[in-house]
């Protein structure tokens, strides 16, 4: 493979028209998994001198935010050197010399930016349902099971199986286990195509590591974060909501918030961070499991302007529909406010459309009212309370019902899927969703463990 990879990164330095193997942009491990192999195996089985390369669709400066994939690249001895990402190869300028086709894996929509390569798009290998006003005119290939790398799999071994080496089949073997969360039948993410192709790759090669050991170190690899810099644990998982130009970062950070707020010249650095990115305010939600194997978030508010502080904090604090139960965490940042809180099941996606309406809240609050000077600035605490009650009111009506809840019959408790897997099919799956119904189950066994005297 590495020969393979090296080889792709010396034809980009001659003119000459280019079959592009594209991941989607998360860049996953699955995602990368399956670009790089299934470049491999098409280059292997290629008629013409066609030249097929895959390309991870992030900056190269963005691959420490991917710990399972460089644990993983290290594992089987690929350096990342010999990769290709988006940021070193010019698609659209191929694109307009006619020397471009693309693969699109484990993805069938292009973004916006991308809009002007679809007519490039010749083939696509996907794992989620079509998006029918979006797909390419061109051979879609596309089956719902819990991993990419398993249709990746079934290709080889159904076209070239004489292509796996241990190599390959690790990576594949892997991906697989990760994306499936260790095929267990509880979480419910593998189907029966993905079990097959497991147990296909474990029967010819025997020596690949056991699923328990290899499942448990990506996972470790993924939640890790002990390499990176504030910055990157900032941005490793973050999601973004706007409000009449003004911007909050929502990021979900996978470790306790007191270590997170002893960390060296952190209230410099969170300062950096939102004036680098224009965020009027950052919401750092902390997710981990304790000694005992229960689950615990925490938040912490970074707002320089201290009116939007007290309302974002003010609806989180007031929430009834969910009750976040917030205890007050001391700390002597200032901008800075700390809380525990008690119930672990509202994740940030839950989250979300209570710092919406925190920002809706906070710009009635900045209205001028008739007759009242311009020159006015600043807001009252009165004032943020009469929000506050408003937004109080508004969200009791308006998130009564949960916000995750599918127009479908409900998807079944021992699923990581949102949402009814005959509505939409499956999603990919994040960290925060893996973290949270695995949270789910471990509070369902406890109960049934020690169950209440009666």
Avoid at 208 to 221: G, M, N, V, Y
Avoid at 394 to 423: A, F, H, K, R
């Amino acid at each position: 493979m590495e020969d393979y990879l090296q080889g792709c990164r010396a034809a980009l330095q001659e003119p000459q028209p280019l079959h592009v193997v594209l991941g989607n942009e998360a860049c996953d491990l699955d995602s990368m998994v399956s670009a790089l192999i299934l470049a491999f195996y098409l280059t292997k089985t290629a008629e013409a001198e066609e030249v097929f390369i895959p390309v991870l669709n992030i900056k190269r400066s963005e691959l420490p935010l991917r710990g399972d994939n460089i644990f993983f690249l290290q594992k089987v001895h690929i350096p990342e050197t010999v990769l290709i990402f988006r940021d070193e190869i010019d698609l659209h300028a191929l694109h307009q010399a006619g020397q471009l086709t693309l693969i699109l894996v484990d993805h069938h929509v292009l973004p916006k930016s991308d809009a002007a390569l679809e007519e490039a798009v010749a083939e696509v290998l996907d794992h989620r349902p079509i998006d029918q006003k979006h797909c390419p005119p061109c051979h879609v290939a596309v089956e719902l099971v819990g991993s990419c790398a398993t249709l990746v799999t079934e290709r080889i071994l159904q076209g070239a199986p004489e292509i796996l080496d241990w190599q390959t089949a690790v990576l594949l073997h892997g991906t697989i286990i990760l994306d499936c969360v260790n095929m267990d039948p509880k979480i419910g993410k593998a189907t029966l195509k993905d079990n097959k192709y497991v147990e296909k790759l474990e029967a010819l090669f025997p020596d690949l590591p056991k699923r328990d050991d290899i499942f448990e170190s990506l996972q470790k690899a993924k939640f890790d974060v002990s390499g990176l810099t504030t910055e990157q644990i900032l941005r490793k998982d973050q999601k973004t909501i706007y409000r009449e130009g003004t911007k909050m970062a929502i990021s979900t950070i996978y470790m306790d918030l007191e270590a997170f707020l002893q960390r060296s010249d952190l209230l410099a650095k969170l300062s950096t961070f939102c004036q680098a990115h224009s965020y009027d305010a950052l919401v750092a939600m902390t997710i981990f499991f304790s000694a005992h194997s229960e689950p615990v978030r925490q938040l912490a508010i970074f707002c320089p302007h201290m009116a939007l502080r007290m309302m974002i904090c003010g609806v989180l604090e007031r929430s009834h529909s969910p009750a976040l139960k917030l205890t007050p965490v001391p700390t002597t940042l200032p901008n800075l406010q700390a809380y525990h809180q008690g119930n672990t099941q509202v994740s940030r996606k839950k989250l979300l459309p209570l710092l919406q309406e925190a920002l809706s809240a906070y710009f009635d609050s900045m209205k001028i009212p008739s007759g009242q000077p311009e020159t006015t600035v600043g807001v009252s605490r009165e004032q943020v309370d009469k929000e506050l009650d408003r937004a109080g009111s508004s969200l009791i009506s308006g998130l009564s019902q949960d916000e995750e809840d599918p127009p479908l019959p409900p998807t079944p408790m021992n699923s990581l899927v949102d949402e009814c897997p005959l509505d939409q099919g499956l999603p990919k799956l994040s960290a925060e969703a893996v973290f949270e119904k695995c949270s789910q189950i471990s509070l369902s066994q406890s109960t049934t463990a020690c169950p209440s005297n009666k």
